[in-house]
Each structure stands twice: as C-alpha cells, then as structure tokens.
C-alpha cells in the first residue's frame, strides 16, 4: 500500500459530498426546522420590529393562507405531479365565498360549496391525468385556465361581493383563539396539518399514495389504484386550495379573482423547501408548513429591508435555490448505474 | 486462513504481472491494491487481478462481494479510495467512463443501461463523438452496426425502431453489440448473459472466444457455474471485498469455486429427490392459444407441486405466466383457478384481471424488481405491506405495531432476518426478493407465480430462494415458476412446460427432467428420454442429497 | 397500394399529426372569418405577433428533451429580461448597434441558460426549483432595470418590424430562421441526438462515454440563446420596452410544447411540434377576437383546447407505441 495513494480523490468533491446517511438525517427535519429559526434570528436582527408579537402573528396568518394551499399541492408532489390549478382555484374560492355571502347566504353552506367545487376540479385533474397518463403540468394547467376564465366571466372581471364579518375577525392577525394568541386561521392551518399527517402515516391510502409516488408500476401491482389516489390528491388540493381562497377574502374584504396569482409558484416553492421531492414518493405535510414559514420569513425579511417588491423577487428566488441546494439534492447519476 | 490465501494471490499476481518480466505478454489491464469504501463499508479491500491478452478471466462471488464495485472502478463509473489501475503497463486514472472506454475497457453492465426512446442504430453508437455527420459516415455506421448485430444474433434487426420496442433480450443484445462496436481491449461482461436464452448465449461465447483469439481479454460475471466453466481460462474468486482465491482452467471443479466463493458447500445442479404429493388441481388452462394462430393447449397445476416455465426468450413462457396472473388475456380459451376450498370442481372461476386473481389467491412476482416489483426509495415495511394493509386496521386506523408483527412471521417464513437498513433499495436483490415473496405471503396464496425470481440472485441466496418455494408447495400452494436457467429448472421443478413459438412443446416430468432433454425441447425437437451426464453440467445429478424444503 | 398504407401508417404513427390537423383546421376557420389575414397588408403584423411565441416555444423544447423533469420556466422572464436590457440600457449607453447589441443580448440569454444548466447537472436540483428561481430572479431584476414600459428600440430592430416582397415575407421571420439554423447546426453536429438519449436514460448515456453534465448545460443554454431570439421578436412586435410582458409566455410555452406532441418526460420530441403548437394557440386566440368574443373567454376556451389537444396526442400516441402495458384492469 505505499505507491497507491496516487489515486487521491479530490479533497474538494469530498467536502462538498454529503453522505448518504447525513443527506437522510438532513431531509428527515432537523434542517427545516433550523432554516426556521435561523431565517427568524436572522430577521430580528436585522430588522427592527421583526419579532415582535404583532409582525409575528401577522406572519402567521400569512403563512397559514400559503400553507393550506401549499398542504393540498404536497399530496399532489407525493404521487409525483404538480398542480399548477392551484392559483386558479384560490381565485375561484375566494370571489365565489365572497358573492354568496355578499348575496347573504349562510356561512356553513358557502363553505360547502367552495369546499365541494375544489373537490371537484381536483378530482377532474386526478381522474384526467391517471385515466390517460397525461403529463400532471399540463392538465392542471389547461383546468386551471379554464376555472380562472370562468370565474372571470362569472364577476366580469371586477371586485365584488364581501366577506362576512366573523372571517374577517377569523383571519385577523389582531385576534386570538381562545387563550392561544394567534388567529383562528392559524389553528385552522395546524389543525388541518396534524389531520394531514395522521391520514398519510395512519390510513390505507396515505400510505399508498407514497407507493404510487415512489413506482406507479409496482403499486398497480400491488393493488394501489392509481385512479383512486390521483383523485384523492388533486381532489384534496383543489379543496384545500379553494379553502385557502376563501378564507383570503377575510384578509382581502372582498372577492378578488387574481388574488390567487403569486400562489402558482409560492405553493410549490414551499413543498420544495420543506423538502419534499418533486420525483414523488419522499416528503411529508410537516415539512411543508416548516417550508410555508420559511418562504413567509423571508418575505417578511426583505419587505423589511425596504426592498422593492421586484427586487424582493429577485431575492427570493436566489434564495429558493440555494436552500433547496441544502437538502433538495439529486443523486448523481454515478450512484444510479 | 483467508489471510494467507489473500496474501498468496497477491504474490502470485504481482510476481507475474510486474512489467518487464520478459516472455509473457503485459496485461492488457491490471488492478493492484484497489480499495474501495462506502460509509463504513468496505466494499473492496486490496483487490488485484490481471488480464492478459487473449484471457477470458471469470470473477465470482456472491452479492456484496465486490464484484459490482470492482467493475464500477474499471469502468470509470466510481474511483478508487486506493490503488492503482494499469492499462498495457500504464498506469491510468479513470475518471469517468469516457475515460475508461478511451482507455479501451468496455462495460456491459449488469442492468441494461440504453436509451429506449431512442432507436436502436442510435443505440449502438450512444456516445461516439458527434462528428459532423457526412451521408457516408452515416451509411458507414448503419452497415458495421447490422453486420456486428448480425454476427452476435444471427438474424437481422430494423435499426429503425424505438429500442423500448425491441423484446428485454434484444436490448440486452443491442447493449452487448454496442460494447463490441467499440473494438474493446477489456470487454467487462457483468452478468451480461442474464436475459440470453442458451441459443445466443452460445452465440456471445462464440464472439468472445473469436476476439480474444485476436487478443481482446474478458473479465466474465455470471452466477451461473455453467456458463462460467464454459468460457473463463482463470477464475477470481472474490467473498467481502477480498479475493480469496485465483484458479487456472482444470484446476477446479465447480464445487471447488462454489466452496472457495461461499466459503461452505453448496449443493449445486442436484436433481431434487423425493416424490411428489400432489393434491387437486389449483390451476387449470382449457385451450389455450397464446397467440393467433398458435397451437391451443391444456394443462393443469396442482396443489403442493412446483411447476417450471422454459423455453427460449420469447417463446411463449413469459406470455403464459402473465396469462396466469390475469395481466393479459390469452388470445383464446381460458384460465380457471379453483376456488377458496381448494378443489378445482368446487368453485372453479376464469380469471380474467389482476385484481380478480389476487381475490381468488394468486399472487404473483414479478421478473423486473426494480421496475414492477418494488418501490425501492421506500422503507421495507411498505414495500412488504402495501397489497394487505386492510389487516392492520382497527377503527379505519392503521396500527403499524400489527403490520410489524406480521411481517416478523413472514419474514421468518422467506428465512429473511431484518437488518438495520431502512429502504428496501440497500438490499442485495436476492433479499429484496424475499420481501417481495413475503409480501404475498401475507396474502395466504393458493398459486404462486414466479417470474424469474432468481435472476441476478447469488447461489447461497438461490438456495435459501429454493428451500422456501419448496416449503410453500409442501405447504399446499401450487408454485409455478417461470426460469431460464437449466440448472435451477432440473434442481427444482417436479414438472416442466416448455414452450417453443407460442406454444406448449413438451411436458418433462421426474426423472425425464434433464440439461439434455430441456435444451432439445427448447429447440422445439422431441425430448430424448434419459441420457448420461451433459458435459456442460458442472455437477453429476447422482448426488443423493438435495436440499429439500425445511420447513 | 403499399405506397398508401405507409403513408397513412407515417401519418398515424407520427406525434405531430394532433398539432398539424389543430393548424390547419384553425387557419382555415381563421381565414374564414377574416379572409385579409394572409394578405401584404396585414401579415407582417400577424407574424410578429406569432414570432415571440414561438421562438419561446422552441426556447423551452430542449429542456424538456433533457429528460429527468427537464423544463425551463425561466423562458418567459428571460425573453422580458432581454427586451428590457435592451432598451434600457443599451440603446441609452449607445450600444445599440445590431453588431452590438444581438451578440450581447444572445450572450445574455446563453449565460442565463448555462447557469440554470449549470445549478441543474453540477448542483443536481431539480429543474422546476432552479428555473422557478430564475424565473423569479428575472422578473424581479427587469423591473430594477426598468419599472415602468417605457423607451425605445434601435433601427435594426424597427427595421426587423418590416418586411419584404410587398408585406408578404415579413422580416421578423428571420429571427425563426435564425433559431433554426442554430437547431439544424445542434442536430448535425450530433448534440440533439445525445440530448434526447440524456433524457431517455441518463444513466446510458454516461455509461457509454457521454458527458451528461455538459449535454445538460449545453440544452439549457440553447434553450437560453432561443429565448433571446425570442426577446428581440418582442421588442420587435412592441417597439418599446415592458418588463412585466414577459413571463406570461411561460405558460403558454409549455403548453406549446405538449399540444406539439413532446412528451413532458423528455427523451423524445421534435421542433416543429411544438412551433406548430405555439402557431395554434395564437390562432386560437385571433379567432376569438374576429369572432368578437369576450376576450374574457380567451382563457377557458384555451384551457379546453389544450385539454383536448394533449388527450388527443396521448390516444394517438398509446394506440401506436405498441408497448406492453402493466395494464391492471
């Protein structure tokens, strides 16, 4: 063993190597939950106000219209899919709860219907996707267009009806649930999250939407019915995204069709970011509420820098990579053959 | 003891390969001292072998030996952690695999690695530069490419067809005429011959023995002890990560390798003895044709027998397995399967969908793990419970702690003992085998398909594999296995379909099951009744033991 | 007799026939409504509409081709970011000479493409995540440079605005000729083949001696030089600068290129498709307007087309890769 160390492997590669078992320990949490934290020490240091009580339950109610949107887009990312219907959808939601109850019909029938249409888009999605084996990307973009464009010639593109009064309290960053002191909405958001994590870790289809996520062929063989869970999926994320949309109109007052337009990206910015894979089959719904606050913090951070909003942008998506390059990483194509 | 065989290989190498002895020829490739780890595996430990010009150099050993890591490191796909890699007296670095084949040694992997949107002529010349393409190269490449083709396979192909519509064995041929397009001085085989029906294994024998006879060398891989007797001068015999043992042709039996690689006796190519307690018929095909204009045919299977597939790739044996396990629907008559009680009359039900069957308890497993048997990002727990998670349920709830329990009896059931490892993807194949046959376990099956289960699976494992197919037919199912191994078909099977153009061409049976009558059966000839011992058979079948199922 | 059945063997078996039926049955309904479409008068206007368009289709083909998730969002900010660059800072610095500028602008969008090729094969992320950053990234930077549309565009690009033989070969069409010239010279050159094998199996292609990592790169740049083309056919069409038009081209990229029949997992594909795709959602579109339809009902009736347009392509496609199928019925 004396003349062989010629073959020295570059030191370099070696420290940028993470193993494969710290790779699994980093996206099994810990490291979201430091992103948290470390983006929240961040801001308050370098933004005076930013951990105060009030800018930190306004960042939750933020962050909680985002995460239920973004808890639907992760079922879709599990099986492997995207759902670009997502912005469509909150639009949808949040002019058709806010006409009906500007026409005063009853709360828990408007949240029905909102709840019952999502559903169905979704389950549409899932039905066309997995029925003809087409490319998620492109259906969900083709329904989503089509439910935007009628929800614009529904409300002739203008503002219209209102929220009713206690979503406005509901979704306030001023209110408190109980003793807790952050708004209902927010305990909504969590409550919704806890509810997701029990149906994927604990329930026959939870489990098989990771099968289909991780092998479509083998799941089939293995009974998983890929109709069945796709319309599961999509079906949830388009309830949950019409959900977000209407509780948007105790923030926004009114019904808005293109208040769901920066959540195209942002739902799926926050799955990526909490570390679930976009090649399906690897992730979890607690990671993509720690994804939600991280992509809100940093929001809430470069607003405080005094940004512009372009540049805030452009910030953001910077960032959206080199978090992602954290832990989101492929494996080379050297420990595939 | 192993200590001092592996210092003995290393003298013996590098006393013979040093360059500058004069006479023999420099190696056309040489490892000293390769080493190799993962984490806190070392997957290969001072590994050295030497190829000569002309040699046709087998490496043997069981799964996780170091076989893989060893031709990962000569193909440039991995880097050594030590040692050194010699081409023609040279020492080289290969860092990637262009850089390996630029250095002249050519990897046919073990799994077939081809672009199959693309079409086969692409395929062949995947990775050759892009010259600007003159009309004439372009004519050039197409003649050499269907005349390589051609010399291997024996017939022709259309270079103008989408490779993913080519049968799995013409991809495995288009990725071995690619390597032999490249005008290799290492041709690396690893467990190239997999997909091969003996024909064109024979076929690929001949073409290497053609081009080492011009001085091309070979580093064989094979589990099959036949086709490794058959073809390598040298043996190297690799067990965790080291090489224990270097033998020359005729200097060892097959049992001698066996023992040398595994480090204990197997029994290898022994006929199972015994006699068969069959019970009622399971399965039942009534008229079967497989396809238009292909003979119909009957056959039943019974409880507690072990029924063997063969026959060339694509013959019909695939198509049949499929047929059974309601994947596709033959092309007339029909497939009945008994009902719950067991007897065939009672309840006897066409089946006609997967599902269908699955309800009626046949399970069935898959040829391609990787693709239709697994999920292999997933934890093993997953993988083993997915078909049958409405058994762990209480109040709609699943309780992962019953899916556990049930899976420590399946597992014990397939002899599988759960390690540390979460995925089911770190598993050596032949245990990711068991998980998936413990899978359908958990389904109490009454017919048990097997697609190829061994293939790419170690010898011991093999084994372990066979003791419990038996152990599930004594328990009463009906196991019908699909297998292009002669070996394991005499070992194991108590009767052999063998199909020949869509069609059943002959049913063996006991004693008549030999290497002999199985090959003349595949060429669609008459079985000839018993013969003496085939010369390609590594063990004499007169061995009285055979490891029957324990159970 | 064999000569027909080949033909129509040809027609059916090939992915653009969806796309290519969708054309020209639109250009007929088209030019049904409005007879003038094609004439001297009018066409240059009609093909500068439809340039920028289908130069960002072609821009996000190669993506896709890559394969493992392969596309590029960015297209739309990039081809806004370029516009903007040009005449934001460009033609006020006085560099707005087309000896100038076209190289610059091309450099720009070849970088933009080899740094998303770049984060992608050597970073290993996951396309979507790296183009979704620059899409952000792009779009926020072009309303730095610029925040309001406002300016102007140099000669050449005016003169680009015109056309020859009485209005009936517009100039703009040079910027297409342009882009596939580029695309002819990647195919004889070998590189589209060793993109489309990438994208087939990656794992193959390295196998066997291909440098995945540069070939990734290299798509993702030519995806970048497209979208740049792309840029100036829209500072073409609009003859001024707009930082926020850009990035709804995204979208309706990728729609172009799925109604051309490029399979979204990438390995296989043409060029034409989806140009031809990219033609048929324009046409969709001045159909609505001569019809005087609402131009609210743009969005549903494009979200129906393309719908039935990719199920369409997906019957064809499945009825004739007679691959054996899993089918689990």
């Given at each position: 063993m004396s003349a062989i160390t010629t073959v020295v492997p570059p030191r370099v590669r070696k420290l940028l190597e993470i193993s494969p078992r710290t790779r699994g320990a980093l996206t099994n949490g810990p490291i979201q939950i430091v992103t948290v934290v470390a983006i929240f020490l961040v801001g308050k240091a370098a933004v005076p106000g930013f951990a105060q009580p009030y800018s930190v339950k306004a960042m939750l109610v933020i962050a909680s219209f985002l995460g239920i949107a973004a808890l639907g887009q992760t079922f879709v990312v599990l099986i492997g899919g995207i759902d670009l219907s997502v912005p469509a959808l909150i639009g949808a939601g949040n002019v058709i709860g806010a006409r009906l109850s500007g026409e005063g019909m009853n709360s828990v029938e408007v949240i029905a219907i909102v709840l019952v249409i999502g559903l169905l888009v979704g389950a549409v999605n899932g039905l066309v996707t997995s029925v003809w084996h087409l490319p998620p990307l492109v259906v969900t973009l083709a329904t989503g267009s089509v439910v935007g464009g009628a929800v614009l010639i529904w409300t002739n593109a203008t503002l219209s009806g209102s929220a009713p009064s206690w979503l406005t309290k509901f979704t306030s960053a001023a209110s408190s649930t109980g003793p807790l002191p952050v708004a209902p909405v927010v305990i909504l958001w969590l409550a919704l999250a806890v509810v997701a994590q029990v149906f994927i870790r604990r329930s026959r289809p939870g489990r098989q939407i990771f099968m289909l996520g991780a092998n479509r062929q083998a799941a089939e063989l293995m009974l998983v019915s890929e109709r069945t869970i796709s319309a599961v999926c999509f079906g949830l994320s388009g309830a949950l995204a019409s959900l977000a949309g209407f509780l948007l109109a105790g923030f926004t007052g009114a019904g808005l069709f293109t208040v769901g337009d920066p959540y195209l990206f942002l739902s799926i910015a926050a799955v990526v970011i909490g570390g679930t894979s976009l090649l399906g089959g690897r992730g979890g719904v607690f990671r993509t509420v720690l994804g939600s606050l991280t992509l809100v913090e940093l929001t809430t951070l470069l607003v405080g820098q005094s940004l512009s909003s372009a540049a805030q942008q452009a910030v953001l998506g910077a960032v959206i990579v080199c978090v992602t390059a954290l832990y989101g990483r492929d494996r080379n194509v050297r420990d595939r053959v | 003891m192993i200590n001092s065989e592996i210092r003995a290989v290393t003298l013996e190498t590098t006393s013979s390969d040093v360059a500058g002895t004069p006479g023999a020829a420099p190696a056309i490739v040489e490892v000293r001292g390769l080493s190799k780890r993962f984490g806190a595996t070392r997957a290969l430990v001072d590994g050295s072998l030497s190829v000569a010009p002309g040699e046709v150099v087998a490496l043997l050993g069981e799964n996780g030996s170091g076989k893989s890591t060893l031709v990962k490191l000569l193909s440039g796909v991995l880097s050594p952690d030590e040692g050194q890699i010699f081409v023609a007296g040279t020492a080289v670095r290969l860092r990637s695999p262009r850089a390996a084949l630029a250095a002249g040694i050519v990897t046919v992997f073990q799994e077939i690695l081809a672009a199959r949107d693309r079409l086969v002529l692409d395929n062949l010349w995947l990775g050759h530069g892009s010259p600007v393409l003159s009309r004439t190269a372009v004519t050039g490449r197409r003649r050499l490419a269907s005349e390589a083709w051609h010399r291997l396979a024996g017939h022709d192909v259309d270079l103008d067809r989408p490779l993913g519509e080519l049968t799995l064995m013409e991809q495995q041929i288009c990725v071995v005429v690619r390597a032999l397009l490249r005008d290799p001085k290492l041709l690396v085989l690893d467990e190239s011959t997999s997909t091969l029906d003996v024909e064109l294994r024979d076929r690929l024998f001949a073409e290497v023995r053609r081009r080492a006879a011009d001085g091309m060398g070979c580093l064989f891989i094979s589990h099959r002890m036949d086709e490794v007797m058959a073809i390598a001068d040298r043996f190297v015999a690799l067990r965790t990560g080291q090489v224990v043992g270097v033998r020359r042709r005729g200097e060892a039996d097959a049992r001698e390798l066996i023992r040398l690689i595994s480090g204990r006796d197997v029994e290898a190519g022994a006929r199972r003895t015994g006699t068969v307690r069959r019970g009622s018929a399971a399965v039942r095909l009534e008229d079967v044709s497989l396809r238009p204009g292909t003979r119909p045919f009957a056959a039943t299977v019974s409880r507690g027998e072990i029924v063997g597939l063969a026959g060339l790739e694509g013959h019909g044996q695939d198509e049949l397995i499929r047929c059974l396990a309601g994947l596709q629907t033959p092309h007339s008559g029909s497939v009945h399967v008994a009902g719950p009680k067991g007897r065939a009359d009672d309840d006897p039900a066409a089946v006609t969908t997967y599902r269908g069957g699955v309800a009626r308890g046949v399970v069935y497993v898959p040829r391609d793990r990787k693709v239709e048997g697994m999920a292999d990002v997933l934890p093993i727990i997953d993988n083993y419970s997915m078909p049958t998670l409405d058994r762990d349920r209480i109040g709609g709830v699943l309780r992962p702690r019953r899916t556990k329990t049930r899976f420590q009896r399946d597992a014990r059931t397939v002899n599988f003992t759960p390690g540390?490892?979460?995925?089911?993807?770190?598993?050596?194949g032949g245990n990711q085998q068991k998980v998936i046959i413990a899978r359908w376990l958990a389904a109490e099956p009454r017919v048990i398909l097997l697609n190829?289960?061994?293939?790419?699976?170690d010898l011991k494992t093999k084994h372990e594999l066979y003791e419990v197919f038996r152990g599930l037919a004594d328990a009463g199912a009906a196991v019908v296995m699909l297998s292009s191994e002669v070996d394991e078909l005499v070992h194991l099977m108590d009767r052999v379909l063998v199909f020949h153009d869509g069609s059943l061409s002959a049913e063996l049976a006991g004693d008549d099951v030999t290497p002999e009558s199985l090959v003349s059966a595949y060429f669609g000839r008459p079985a000839v009744p018993t013969a003496p011992t085939a010369p390609t058979a590594p063990t004499a079948p007169t061995a009285p033991t055979a490891p029957t199922g324990g159970h | 007799m064999a000569v027909l059945t080949n033909v129509v063997a040809t027609v059916r078996r090939s992915p653009l026939t969806v796309v290519i039926a969708l054309v020209v049955v639109l250009l007929a309904v088209n030019l049904g409504l409005s007879p003038t479409m094609l004439s001297g008068h009018q066409l240059p206007n009609t093909v500068n509409l439809l340039v920028p368009s289908v130069l960002v289709a072609m821009a996000s083909v190669p993506a896709v081709m890559s394969g493992r998730g392969g596309i590029d969002l960015s297209v739309g900010p990039l081809l806004g970011f370029v516009n903007v660059v040009l005449v934001g800072v460009l033609v006020p610095h006085s560099l707005g000479s087309v000896w100038l500028s076209l190289p610059l602008m091309l450099a720009i969008g070849a970088v933009t493409g080899l740094v998303n090729g770049i984060a992608i094969a050597y970073g290993r992320l996951q396309p979507v995540v790296v183009t979704l950053g620059s899409y952000l990234v792009l779009s926020g930077l072009a309303l730095v440079v610029m925040p309001q549309p406002v300016g102007v565009v140099p000669t050449w690009v005016t003169y680009l605005s015109g056309a020859w033989l009485g209005g009936y070969l517009p100039r703009s069409l040079l910027l297409v000729v342009g882009a596939l010239v580029l695309w002819r010279i990647l195919r004889y050159r070998g590189a589209v083949g060793t993109i489309l094998a990438t994208g087939s199996d990656d794992r193959a292609a390295f196998t066997s001696g291909v440098r995945v990592s540069r070939v990734l790169c290299l798509a993702y740049a030519s995806g970048g030089v497209f979208a740049a083309l792309a840029g100036i056919g829209l500072s073409v069409l609009i003859g001024s600068g707009d930082p926020t038009v850009g990035r709804q081209y995204t979208l309706a990229a990728v729609a172009a290129v799925a109604l051309g029949g490029n399979p979204l997992i990438g390995g296989r594909g043409t060029m034409v498709g989806p140009m031809l795709g990219a033609s048929s959602l324009f046409l969709i579109q001045t159909m609505l307007s001569s019809l005087k339809v609402s131009s609210l009902w743009i969005q549903v009736v494009y979200g129906a087309v393309l719908l039935f347009a990719v199920c369409a392509n997906a019957a064809l496609a499945s009825r004739l890769t007679a691959r054996p199928r899993v089918g689990v019925a």
């Amino acid at each position: 063993m004396s003349a062989i160390t010629t073959v020295v492997p570059p030191r370099v590669r070696k420290l940028l190597e993470i193993s494969p078992r710290t790779r699994g320990a980093l996206t099994n949490g810990p490291i979201q939950i430091v992103t948290v934290v470390a983006i929240f020490l961040v801001g308050k240091a370098a933004v005076p106000g930013f951990a105060q009580p009030y800018s930190v339950k306004a960042m939750l109610v933020i962050a909680s219209f985002l995460g239920i949107a973004a808890l639907g887009q992760t079922f879709v990312v599990l099986i492997g899919g995207i759902d670009l219907s997502v912005p469509a959808l909150i639009g949808a939601g949040n002019v058709i709860g806010a006409r009906l109850s500007g026409e005063g019909m009853n709360s828990v029938e408007v949240i029905a219907i909102v709840l019952v249409i999502g559903l169905l888009v979704g389950a549409v999605n899932g039905l066309v996707t997995s029925v003809w084996h087409l490319p998620p990307l492109v259906v969900t973009l083709a329904t989503g267009s089509v439910v935007g464009g009628a929800v614009l010639i529904w409300t002739n593109a203008t503002l219209s009806g209102s929220a009713p009064s206690w979503l406005t309290k509901f979704t306030s960053a001023a209110s408190s649930t109980g003793p807790l002191p952050v708004a209902p909405v927010v305990i909504l958001w969590l409550a919704l999250a806890v509810v997701a994590q029990v149906f994927i870790r604990r329930s026959r289809p939870g489990r098989q939407i990771f099968m289909l996520g991780a092998n479509r062929q083998a799941a089939e063989l293995m009974l998983v019915s890929e109709r069945t869970i796709s319309a599961v999926c999509f079906g949830l994320s388009g309830a949950l995204a019409s959900l977000a949309g209407f509780l948007l109109a105790g923030f926004t007052g009114a019904g808005l069709f293109t208040v769901g337009d920066p959540y195209l990206f942002l739902s799926i910015a926050a799955v990526v970011i909490g570390g679930t894979s976009l090649l399906g089959g690897r992730g979890g719904v607690f990671r993509t509420v720690l994804g939600s606050l991280t992509l809100v913090e940093l929001t809430t951070l470069l607003v405080g820098q005094s940004l512009s909003s372009a540049a805030q942008q452009a910030v953001l998506g910077a960032v959206i990579v080199c978090v992602t390059a954290l832990y989101g990483r492929d494996r080379n194509v050297r420990d595939r053959v | 003891m192993i200590n001092s065989e592996i210092r003995a290989v290393t003298l013996e190498t590098t006393s013979s390969d040093v360059a500058g002895t004069p006479g023999a020829a420099p190696a056309i490739v040489e490892v000293r001292g390769l080493s190799k780890r993962f984490g806190a595996t070392r997957a290969l430990v001072d590994g050295s072998l030497s190829v000569a010009p002309g040699e046709v150099v087998a490496l043997l050993g069981e799964n996780g030996s170091g076989k893989s890591t060893l031709v990962k490191l000569l193909s440039g796909v991995l880097s050594p952690d030590e040692g050194q890699i010699f081409v023609a007296g040279t020492a080289v670095r290969l860092r990637s695999p262009r850089a390996a084949l630029a250095a002249g040694i050519v990897t046919v992997f073990q799994e077939i690695l081809a672009a199959r949107d693309r079409l086969v002529l692409d395929n062949l010349w995947l990775g050759h530069g892009s010259p600007v393409l003159s009309r004439t190269a372009v004519t050039g490449r197409r003649r050499l490419a269907s005349e390589a083709w051609h010399r291997l396979a024996g017939h022709d192909v259309d270079l103008d067809r989408p490779l993913g519509e080519l049968t799995l064995m013409e991809q495995q041929i288009c990725v071995v005429v690619r390597a032999l397009l490249r005008d290799p001085k290492l041709l690396v085989l690893d467990e190239s011959t997999s997909t091969l029906d003996v024909e064109l294994r024979d076929r690929l024998f001949a073409e290497v023995r053609r081009r080492a006879a011009d001085g091309m060398g070979c580093l064989f891989i094979s589990h099959r002890m036949d086709e490794v007797m058959a073809i390598a001068d040298r043996f190297v015999a690799l067990r965790t990560g080291q090489v224990v043992g270097v033998r020359r042709r005729g200097e060892a039996d097959a049992r001698e390798l066996i023992r040398l690689i595994s480090g204990r006796d197997v029994e290898a190519g022994a006929r199972r003895t015994g006699t068969v307690r069959r019970g009622s018929a399971a399965v039942r095909l009534e008229d079967v044709s497989l396809r238009p204009g292909t003979r119909p045919f009957a056959a039943t299977v019974s409880r507690g027998e072990i029924v063997g597939l063969a026959g060339l790739e694509g013959h019909g044996q695939d198509e049949l397995i499929r047929c059974l396990a309601g994947l596709q629907t033959p092309h007339s008559g029909s497939v009945h399967v008994a009902g719950p009680k067991g007897r065939a009359d009672d309840d006897p039900a066409a089946v006609t969908t997967y599902r269908g069957g699955v309800a009626r308890g046949v399970v069935y497993v898959p040829r391609d793990r990787k693709v239709e048997g697994m999920a292999d990002v997933l934890p093993i727990i997953d993988n083993y419970s997915m078909p049958t998670l409405d058994r762990d349920r209480i109040g709609g709830v699943l309780r992962p702690r019953r899916t556990k329990t049930r899976f420590q009896r399946d597992a014990r059931t397939v002899n599988f003992t759960p390690g540390r490892q979460d995925s089911i993807g770190r598993l050596s194949g032949g245990n990711q085998q068991k998980v998936i046959i413990a899978r359908w376990l958990a389904a109490e099956p009454r017919v048990i398909l097997l697609n190829d289960p061994t293939r790419g699976v170690d010898l011991k494992t093999k084994h372990e594999l066979y003791e419990v197919f038996r152990g599930l037919a004594d328990a009463g199912a009906a196991v019908v296995m699909l297998s292009s191994e002669v070996d394991e078909l005499v070992h194991l099977m108590d009767r052999v379909l063998v199909f020949h153009d869509g069609s059943l061409s002959a049913e063996l049976a006991g004693d008549d099951v030999t290497p002999e009558s199985l090959v003349s059966a595949y060429f669609g000839r008459p079985a000839v009744p018993t013969a003496p011992t085939a010369p390609t058979a590594p063990t004499a079948p007169t061995a009285p033991t055979a490891p029957t199922g324990g159970h | 007799m064999a000569v027909l059945t080949n033909v129509v063997a040809t027609v059916r078996r090939s992915p653009l026939t969806v796309v290519i039926a969708l054309v020209v049955v639109l250009l007929a309904v088209n030019l049904g409504l409005s007879p003038t479409m094609l004439s001297g008068h009018q066409l240059p206007n009609t093909v500068n509409l439809l340039v920028p368009s289908v130069l960002v289709a072609m821009a996000s083909v190669p993506a896709v081709m890559s394969g493992r998730g392969g596309i590029d969002l960015s297209v739309g900010p990039l081809l806004g970011f370029v516009n903007v660059v040009l005449v934001g800072v460009l033609v006020p610095h006085s560099l707005g000479s087309v000896w100038l500028s076209l190289p610059l602008m091309l450099a720009i969008g070849a970088v933009t493409g080899l740094v998303n090729g770049i984060a992608i094969a050597y970073g290993r992320l996951q396309p979507v995540v790296v183009t979704l950053g620059s899409y952000l990234v792009l779009s926020g930077l072009a309303l730095v440079v610029m925040p309001q549309p406002v300016g102007v565009v140099p000669t050449w690009v005016t003169y680009l605005s015109g056309a020859w033989l009485g209005g009936y070969l517009p100039r703009s069409l040079l910027l297409v000729v342009g882009a596939l010239v580029l695309w002819r010279i990647l195919r004889y050159r070998g590189a589209v083949g060793t993109i489309l094998a990438t994208g087939s199996d990656d794992r193959a292609a390295f196998t066997s001696g291909v440098r995945v990592s540069r070939v990734l790169c290299l798509a993702y740049a030519s995806g970048g030089v497209f979208a740049a083309l792309a840029g100036i056919g829209l500072s073409v069409l609009i003859g001024s600068g707009d930082p926020t038009v850009g990035r709804q081209y995204t979208l309706a990229a990728v729609a172009a290129v799925a109604l051309g029949g490029n399979p979204l997992i990438g390995g296989r594909g043409t060029m034409v498709g989806p140009m031809l795709g990219a033609s048929s959602l324009f046409l969709i579109q001045t159909m609505l307007s001569s019809l005087k339809v609402s131009s609210l009902w743009i969005q549903v009736v494009y979200g129906a087309v393309l719908l039935f347009a990719v199920c369409a392509n997906a019957a064809l496609a499945s009825r004739l890769t007679a691959r054996p199928r899993v089918g689990v019925a």
